[in-house]
């Protein structure tokens, strides 16, 4: 069966969609079979990829018994890439999600889906939402994008004991596969510093080596729902997302060597 992988942070506009967008793509050019799953009500994944906010073909749907589970999967052009919907995109059918459709259904499902693909990603909304408790209770390890910032490091450890109390409750195989520096400016000393302060601060394995920069490509990539790397100025940055999904693959191998629950925790937990 697939990875199924969180890609989550206590804070919104942080680069997840952007990090599983290319992430996606560039494990897919590896060769994987890859399955993005867009797990924010805005559809922030499904709109970056070029596809409208709202579908009506999707897990929510596929819980409700109107569609099939293959139904869920939209194909990319990209070869071994997929785009899975939730099919939620309204306020009242994360509730129904959970309170009709059940968690279990809804793991079984994204097990199912994961079972037909080496990586399932999952793009979470910002925060502990229940939506995000049922996604990530499905995921066998989490990313964090985190933007070198004061706020953001302070609020960082709400965020981590929710990953621990998800562990606790629902997911207790969940792991930590490192935060992803996201959003770098490197002209601001600041940010650096507060780098340099936390890869000092943590154990190494605590954070992925590769950086994403600030980069106002970015917004042309979104502006055209592609991933950033399809366009070929950019392939710095398209480098840096394949160095990326490189240090993914290593990091989520040695989580699942090192096993479940009996195992010592990661460093962050
Ligand atoms: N490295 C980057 N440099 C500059 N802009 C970026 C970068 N990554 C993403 N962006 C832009 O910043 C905005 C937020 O990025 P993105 O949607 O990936 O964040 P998010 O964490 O998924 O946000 P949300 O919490 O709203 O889902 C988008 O407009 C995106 O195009
Ligand atoms: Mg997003």
Redesign the pocket.
């Known amino acids: 069966m697939g990875r199924i992988i969180g890609i989550t942070?206590h804070l919104?506009?942080?680069?997840?969609?952007?990090?599983t967008l290319n992430i996606g793509m560039c494990l897919a050019t590896m060769g994987h079979s890859v399955l993005l799953l867009d797990g924010?009500p805005?559809a922030?994944l499904a709109l970056?990829a070029g596809l409208e906010r709202r579908s009506d073909r999707g897990l929510y749907q596929f819980l409700n018994g109107a569609i099939a589970l293959e139904d869920t999967i939209h194909a990319s052009r990209k070869n071994g890439l997929g785009l899975v919907r939730t099919g939620v995109t309204e306020p009242a059918h994360v509730h129904a999600l959970e309170r009709r459709t059940g968690w279990e259904r809804l793991w079984q499902a994204v097990r199912d889906l994961a079972g037909q693909c080496d990586y399932l990603l999952i793009?979470t909304?910002?925060g502990h939402s229940t939506l995000n408790t049922l996604l990530l209770g499905c995921a066998d390890s989490v990313v964090m994008?985190l933007p070198c910032r004061t706020l953001a490091v302070k609020s960082l450890p709400l965020f981590l004991r929710f990953l621990l109390r998800l562990r606790q409750t629902v997911q207790p195989d969940l792991r930590f596969a490192g935060a992803i520096f996201?959003?770098v400016d490197s002209l601001n000393p600041y940010e650096l510093e507060i780098m340099t302060d936390l890869r000092q601060g943590f154990p190494a394995a605590t954070f992925f080596s590769t950086v994403?920069?600030?980069?106002?490509a970015?917004?042309k990539?979104?502006a055209h729902g592609v991933p950033v790397g399809l366009f070929r100025e950019y392939d710095d940055l398209a480098r840096g997302y394949a160095d990326l999904a490189t240090e993914l693959v290593q990091r989520d191998r040695k989580l699942q060597h090192k096993g479940g629950s009996s195992e010592q925790p990661d460093p962050l937990f």
């Open positions: 942070s919104g506009g942080v680069g997840k969609t952007a990090a924010d805005l922030g970056a793009d909304g910002c994008p996201s959003m994403i920069p600030l980069d106002r970015f917004e990539a979104a």
